[in-house]
């Protein structure tokens, strides 16, 4: 039986609710919810788009795409239905003056006592229009919440925009912005791997650890968001973001508390200590790449640009060193690395710790000790050791790995999507998993020194096979410092 801590009654409205991420991780993720028994029987789910549906086509489309993207979630269809009843449609174009906001102005009607939740599948540069309509229909009340999906602004000035607009309407502390992957079991895992274990933390500095491996390789390619994609970039929509908060959440000294700004604080201490790259450094510590045609699973793949249709220097592979200049960690590296159509999906990082100094077995004997948190698939964490091997014949020093596979460990519970977490966090009004302003600021700040440095010295992708693993430069990057990534067979 799945655990879960109550939410209150809600009424959750998704702008965007035709859109790819509200049917393929919204809905399903509400629904795992529901059939969890976690949402509360008055609550309502409002999905708000332009499109002429009404409530019962906007149902069947729900339906649909849960055959799709949540085969298997319904073992009870009956409660699956039920779902669908909580689940209602109001037709809204978000640049519409105020007075055509009717069709959600009586979505909402009679709810009082709910939690009101605006959650903002958008492009961003709709954000600060429909937080303004918002206030004009007074729809927005005094405790009312509103949630941003990424990107927030394509650099740090437009995401300033966004901020303020939404602030005038939205306080802080009524301010969600989604980093999905802080909702991910594993990622959770290494603020409780970190600091509710003895063991780890006086190793965790640069006395033990050589270096950091940060890797979100993924299989896809753009997948019909060519258009959004190609404005953007790898920089732009995995490192500014996801990346940054996986390497923050290594590198953050143990936050006083589980309370979100406690956390979120420290967090900001790591992005404010990063070394900003400028274009004297920018080829020797960073790598762009762009995926080519190749093959993908034994199929063929076509090429970036060609997906794109024109020729295009939008980089779908970046690697970088990083640096965080702070006492715990300087001289430790953290190498990024994340690209589309990569041979395999592995997320995952790589805690890489020193050698002995003293090689008493023999030069060679066994390896440096390794840490590895395995985010997806099957999470689970792995601690490199050396052993001797059984037997007789010498002693021969050999590399073993403990291995706490989540899957086997805690076998029967299922992994919840990043997604349901995030939003009953919502619901609940618990920020910690959610970016602060001053943190997005941070982030920006130092991607676009980055963008910045890439245009002054000319840096353009090196072209990579669909199916390989990136640029070969990437390997150089390592290879230069006398390090290689940790690639498993
Ligand atoms: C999104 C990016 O934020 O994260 C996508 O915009 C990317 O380009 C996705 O594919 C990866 O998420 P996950 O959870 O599949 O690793």
Redesign the pocket.
């Known amino acids: 039986m799945a655990e879960f801590i109550p939410v209150p009654p809600f009424d959750l409205v998704v702008f965007g609710a035709t859109g790819d991420l509200s049917l393929r991780k919204l809905f399903p993720s509400l629904l795992h919810r529901y059939l969890d028994g976690q949402i509360p029987a008055q609550s309502r789910i409002i999905g708000a788009a332009r499109s002429g549906l009404d409530t019962e086509a906007f149902r069947q489309m729900v339906h649909e795409s849960r055959g799709k993207f949540a085969p298997g979630a319904c073992v009870d269809e009956a409660k699956c239905a039920e779902f669908l009843n909580h689940v209602h449609y109001a037709r809204v174009d978000a640049t519409s003056p105020a007075g055509e906001w009717g069709a959600l102005k009586d979505a909402l009607a009679d709810g009082n006592g709910n939690v009101r939740i605006f959650y903002l599948s958008t492009a961003p540069s709709l954000f600060v229009t429909i937080a303004q309509r918002l206030q004009e229909t007074e729809l927005a009340t005094p405790n009312s919440r509103i949630v941003l999906e990424?990107p927030i602004g394509r650099d740090l000035a437009s995401s300033r925009e966004i901020n303020d607009g939404v602030g005038r309407v939205f306080d802080e502390h009524r301010t969600f912005r989604i980093d999905?992957?802080l909702g991910?079991e594993t990622v959770q895992n290494l603020l409780v791997l970190r600091f509710a274990n003895m063991l780890i933390e006086p190793i965790w500095s640069r006395a033990t650890i050589d270096h950091v491996q940060i890797t979100?390789a993924?299989e896809?390619g753009v997948e019909g968001?060519a258009e959004y994609?190609d404005k953007s970039g790898a920089l732009r929509?995995?490192v500014q973001?996801?990346m940054l908060q996986l390497l923050c959440l290594v590198a953050l000294e143990s936050p006083n508390s589980m309370d979100a700004d406690a956390i979120r604080t420290e967090k900001l201490k790591v992005l404010s200590a990063l070394r900003r790259i400028d274009a004297k450094d920018a080829a020797a510590k960073t790598v762009r790449g762009q995926y080519k045609a190749g093959l993908i699973g034994g199929k063929p793949a076509p090429a970036y640009a060609d997906e794109v249709g024109k020729p295009t220097k939008t980089e779908t592979f970046v690697a970088i060193k990083a640096e965080v200049d702070n006492w715990r960690w300087a001289g430790v590296p953290f190498y990024l690395r994340t690209g589309?159509r990569i041979g395999a999906r592995r997320?995952e990082i790589v805690i890489q710790f020193k050698d002995t100094p003293v090689p008493i077995f023999g030069a060679g004997a066994g390896a440096p000790n390794k840490l590895v948190l395995r985010l997806?698939p099957a999470e689970g964490v792995k601690l490199w050791l050396n052993m001797k091997e059984p037997g007789p014949g010498g002693l021969r020093v050999k590399t073993a790995a403990l291995d706490l596979s989540f899957a086997e460990e805690f076998g029967g519970v299922r992994y919840p999507d990043?997604y349901e977490r995030l939003l009953m966090d919502i619901v609940r009004g618990n920020l910690a998993l959610f970016m602060r302003r001053d943190e997005v600021d941070a982030a920006w700040m130092w991607a676009d020194a980055l963008l910045a440095a890439w245009e002054q010295a000319g840096v353009e992708p090196n072209l990579y096979a669909a199916g390989s693993n990136g640029p070969t430069q990437s390997a150089l990057l390592l290879d230069r410092d006398g390090r290689a990534w940790w690639d498993p067979e």
């Open positions: 990424k999905h992957y991910k979100v993924e896809l968001r994609y929509d995995m973001n996801h589309k997320s997806q990043a």
